[in-house]
């Protein structure tokens, strides 16, 4: 069922390819499929950094917490206890006078 119509009739491929040859204005099948690669790769690349970055967030996150975690359990107990003592000194010595 091929008439001699049909096939004087581009199929959109040809087009393309003759296009190639003729215009160098239009971009070639090489560079169409350079740029398609380029933006799966920067996309792909994005990707991956943004993986990594909100893990080494998440790490440095965890180790921060973990370290001032730990720096209050060292630091606030003697924290407490010279206020308190400063407190306790204070009121004592201004119970003492009025007795």
């Known amino acids: 069922m091929h008439d001699t119509l049909d096939a004087a009739i581009p199929v959109?491929?040809?087009?393309?390819?003759e296009l190639d040859r003729v215009d160098p204005g239009y971009p070639t099948q090489t560079d169409a499929l350079v740029a398609?690669?380029?933006t799966r790769l920067a996309a792909e690349t994005f990707s991956l950094a943004e993986e990594?970055?909100?893990g080494a967030f998440a790490e440095m996150e965890a180790h921060l917490l973990e370290q001032?975690?730990?720096r209050l359990r060292e630091a606030l107990p003697e924290l407490i206890d010279s206020i308190l003592r400063e407190h306790l000194e204070t009121?004592?010595?201004v119970a003492r006078p009025g007795r």
């Open 68 to 70: 001032i975690s730990s």
């Open 12 to 17: 959109l491929t040809d087009v393309v390819t």
């Open 52 to 54: 990594l970055m909100r």
């Open 36 to 38: 398609e690669l380029q």
């Open 91 to 93: 009121e004592g010595n």
